[in-house]
Structure formats: structure tokens, C-alpha cells
């Protein structure tokens, strides 16, 4: 039985760890943990914000998952949605798709689908 998700792996060119850094770490406010020694050779990094793990792996040839995404949930979405248009991504809101939450969708730097949600109060 399957009871709960360990991490998301969304992937990214060779050699990009430190632009990864940027849009992940900086950005969203994600902190960087290590990766077992075993994996490190492989390249990429892995984040963690919460109970929310994402795992960068590289990919080769590298193809952006422009549909398939993770969605993170977060505190402060408008907050965050201005830190990402600030920093020139555009972000789609979705509002009212779903009963209950808020939500929108933008693009890492390497051009993966991110979706981001708050859940509000019905009625």
C-alpha cells in the first residue's frame, strides 16, 4: 500500500547544478540537501522545502516536461507570485479550477512545467 510520496525527479540539462541553485535555492526558497555519495558521480542536485523532496536529475538529451509538473504547495502564493514575475518568470493563475484552492503555474529556467498551490476557505 502506498502511503505517502517520497520525492518528485523533474530533469535538467548537464552542468546546470549551479542555475538550479539559483531558481530553486534562491528563488524559492528551497535548502539544498545532499545527495548520497553513490548518486553524486550522476550529476544534478536535490531540494527540500517542508515535506515537499524534488530531485533534479540530469537528463541527456535534455527535454523540458512542458505538461508533467510538480505542484508545491505554499503560505503565500500572491507573495511568491510576485517574486517570480520580479525575476521575470511568467506565472498563469488558475483560480477557481479547483474548489478550495488557489493556484498558478510558471516555468523553472530550463523550461519545466511548476505549479504552485494555497488551499483557502470554501464559502
Same mark, same amino acid.
Given at each position: 500500500?502506498?502511503?505517502?510520496?517520497?520525492?518528485?525527479?523533474?530533469?535538467?540539462?548537464?552542468?546546470?547544478?549551479?542555475?538550479?541553485?539559483?531558481?530553486?535555492?534562491?528563488?524559492?526558497?528551497?535548502?539544498?540537501?545532499?545527495?548520497?555519495?553513490?548518486?553524486?558521480?550522476?550529476?544534478?542536485?536535490?531540494?527540500?522545502? !517542508?515535506?515537499?523532496?524534488?530531485?533534479? !536529475?540530469?537528463?541527456?538529451?535534455?527535454?523540458?516536461?512542458?505538461?508533467?509538473?510538480?505542484?508545491?504547495?505554499?503560505?503565500?502564493?500572491?507573495?511568491?507570485?510576485?517574486?517570480?514575475?520580479?525575476?521575470?518568470?511568467?506565472?498563469?493563475?488558475?483560480?477557481?479550477?479547483?474548489?478550495?484552492?488557489?493556484?498558478?503555474?510558471?516555468?523553472?529556467?530550463? !523550461?519545466?512545467?511548476?505549479?504552485?498551490?494555497?488551499?483557502?476557505?470554501?464559502?
Amino acid at each position: 500500500m502506498i502511503t505517502g510520496i517520497d520525492h518528485v525527479q523533474i530533469a535538467i540539462p548537464r552542468g546546470q547544478e549551479e542555475l538550479a541553485r539559483t531558481f530553486y535555492g534562491d528563488l524559492l526558497g528551497m535548502s539544498e540537501i545532499a545527495k548520497p555519495a553513490a548518486l553524486r558521480r550522476r550529476g544534478g542536485c536535490w531540494f527540500r522545502s !517542508g515535506a515537499a523532496f524534488l530531485h533534479l !536529475g540530469v537528463e541527456e538529451p535534455f527535454t523540458a516536461a512542458a505538461k508533467a509538473h510538480p505542484a508545491f504547495l505554499v503560505d503565500d502564493l500572491d507573495g511568491l507570485q510576485s517574486r517570480l514575475v520580479e525575476a521575470g518568470h511568467e506565472c498563469v493563475r488558475s483560480d477557481g479550477e479547483i474548489e478550495g484552492v488557489l493556484r498558478f503555474h510558471t516555468y523553472d529556467v530550463f !523550461g519545466n512545467r511548476v505549479e504552485f498551490q494555497q488551499l483557502c476557505e470554501l464559502g
